[in-house]
């Protein structure tokens, strides 16, 4: 089975804590350090091919990341793109509106930062935000939520149908998980810079926010913008899923550099 397949969300999505934990792409004997030299062979990869994608302007990626706090938004960027030529790379943190933006459709800030030709742009948070935050705080009710996703499919598809290729992950992490790593940052005075008291009230809506994926997940998952659901209990495994789904992806573009000019040739450097 390819990577790809093995992580594509289900049609009927049950989200669990347990499924947060998995390996399926563990080394024999479940190898830490062996994984994570792998993650570094596909991270070199996703960058050897993001130099032929700079070159050759003919491709856009677009990944989306999406999960709760702490579930490794940051980390997968770091790990997984974090060898790339800065010069071919975005990472957009979408955070809560400014005063313009909210003057504007809620796609409005996300469509100004979408990849052109050559580009990968990651999107730690995205669109997803308007279906999720403000469905579980009632913000918006079950019939505006509806017409959003019926918005952001064809939003998705547009970007698709105009050479966009798109990848959306779900960093499934499981709420004891979650527990501890808001623990830790709490305990070592040198992360509380990460720490955000809001998220211990986000986490109180814990369930509410699970249905809201699993819902949100089902009604926009797509042919040409698929949903993945990442188990990201363990750093090293989330990585090395992404990293793997996107080394597929881009090795089935057929990258290939510009063809050379023959006129350079007969150039001599004095």
């Known amino acids: 089975m390819k990577v790809c397949e093995l992580f594509r969300a289900k049609k009927k999505l049950d989200l669990h804590d347990d499924d947060a934990a998995g390996k399926p792409l563990a080394s024999a004997g479940n190898d830490k350090s062996d994984d994570k030299l792998?993650?570094?062979e596909l991270a070199g990869r996703i960058a050897g091919y993001q130099d032929v994608l700079y070159a050759a302007r003919q491709h856009k990626l677009l990944?989306?990341?999406?999960?709760?706090?702490?579930?490794?938004?940051?980390?997968?960027?770091?790990g997984v793109f974090g060898q790339i030529d800065p010069l071919g790379i975005r990472s957009v943190a979408f955070r809560a509106p400014t005063q313009n933006e909210r003057e504007h459709d809620y796609l409005w800030r996300v469509h100004q930062q979408v990849p052109?030709?050559?580009?990968?742009?990651?999107f730690n948070r995205s669109h997803y935000e308007d279906v999720l935050i403000t469905r579980v705080h009632g913000w918006i009710d079950d019939k505006e939520c509806r017409r959003r996703y019926a918005q952001i499919r064809d939003f998705e598809r547009m970007l698709a149908e105009s050479g966009t290729v798109l990848l959306k992950f779900f960093l499934?992490?499981?709420k004891q998980e979650q527990k501890q790593r808001l623990q830790a940052r709490i305990d070592d005075?040198?992360?509380?810079w990460k720490f955000d008291p809001?998220?211990?009230a986000e986490r109180q809506h814990w369930?509410?926010?699970?249905?809201?994926?699993?819902?949100a997940i089902q009604e926009t998952d797509t042919d040409h913008a698929p949903w993945y659901v990442i188990p990201a209990d363990s750093k090293t495994q989330r990585n090395l899923a992404i990293a793997s789904i996107v080394?597929?992806?881009l090795d089935k573009m057929r990258l290939r550099y510009p063809p050379a000019n023959p006129d350079y040739a007969k150039l001599m450097v004095e």
């Open 198 to 200: 809001q998220d211990l």
């Open 63 to 78: 990944v989306v990341l999406q999960g709760m706090d702490t579930s490794g938004k940051d980390g997968t960027v770091r």
């Open 116 to 122: 052109g030709q050559g580009e990968i742009v990651i």
């Open 207 to 215: 369930a509410d926010y699970q249905q809201a994926y699993q819902q």
């Open 189 to 192: 005075p040198e992360k509380h």
């Open 38 to 40: 792998r993650v570094l």
């Open 247 to 249: 080394v597929e992806v």
């Open 172 to 174: 499934h992490i499981s």
